[in-house]
């Protein structure tokens, strides 16, 4: 018989190691994966680690993978520490989307645009994402229902309604009746930073997000308040601060976030509104998030482990032959060896008669 037993409270440093910790399981795991499906450990992981950032192509492709990717999890981050469970990212990132799409589409006439249009259809996918956030905020404070079961079922009437437009008022007249909307002017896309590769400016905006969230949680009154509401709601009440504005603030903050996130998509790398604006990022932040330690600048770091996952897992399709899953189950690993990791941290294990 196992029983578990509370250790002191871990160090910091300890904390921080567990993520390190749980990558390294991770690479375990896909070594012997890779040798149970008769490939080459060695080769596949060179495909997963190796082969997305061996020239200046391939971290430019890593980098439009970080972007939305840390835009959501930063906002993920602020959402846990207020310890509201914001699970809905990726319908706030389909609704900013479809906002920040619109507006542009109705805009562009086939010239114009720039910065201001820019800047407006990202005002746009940002008002989308908090409108889709203030649904689960406002059932949240108003009667007492669970965030975590409101925001998920959310994603998918989100995702309805993206192809309801792309089926309907947002189709494309001249696209042969495929569920998409017409392309976008090059004067209403996001500016590449690099010539010649599709990074885009939404990884400066994604960088600015991580900064100005840790100054938000590290620096300010506000991120403080916010922050003992999370952790201790009693003392919070006891000294004067309201857990309903930090429900509401980490809720449009994080909606904010992940509507800039999904513009930023339909700005950059696709170009116009599909069925398919996004593979999972809102989902795959969550993990993105815990492995960061919920922290803004952390976040930095395990997103772009996350996008190696998803660049790897495409070239694992094409040049190893393997599933489409692949990616899935390397973000499901990491997510299982981190909490087991973080089990070890605060429990010791005694075996016992």
Known sequence: MVKLEKRPSPSALMSWMSPVFAVILTVIFGVIVFAALGKDPIA?????????????????EVGVKVAPLLLIAVGLAICFRANVFNIGAEGQLVVGAITGGAVGLYFDHGEGGGATMITLMLLAGMAGGMAWAAITAFLRDRFNANEILVSLMLVYVAQLLLSLMVNGPLRDPE?????????????????????????????????????????????????YRLQVGGMAPAAARYAGFSSRKSLWTSMLLCGALAGIAGVSEVMGPIGQLTPSVSPGYGFAAIIVAFVGRLHPVGVVFSSFIMALFYIGGELAQTRLGMPSAITGVFQGVLLFSLLACDVMIHYKPIWRK
Not at 49 to 58: A, M, T, W, Y
Not at 175 to 202: A, C, E, K, V, Y
């Open 44 to 60: 596949g992981l060179s495909v997963f680690f190796i082969e997305p950032i061996k020239d200046l192509r391939g971290w430019s």
């Open 175 to 223: 696209g042969f009746n495929f569920p998409q909307s017409r392309m976008l002017s090059d004067g209403f896309l996001m500016p590449n930073i690099l010539m010649g590769t599709r990074l885009h400016f939404g990884i400066v905006l994604a960088l600015l997000a991580s900064a100005l969230g840790w100054v938000y949680l590290s620096r300010s009154f506000g991120g």
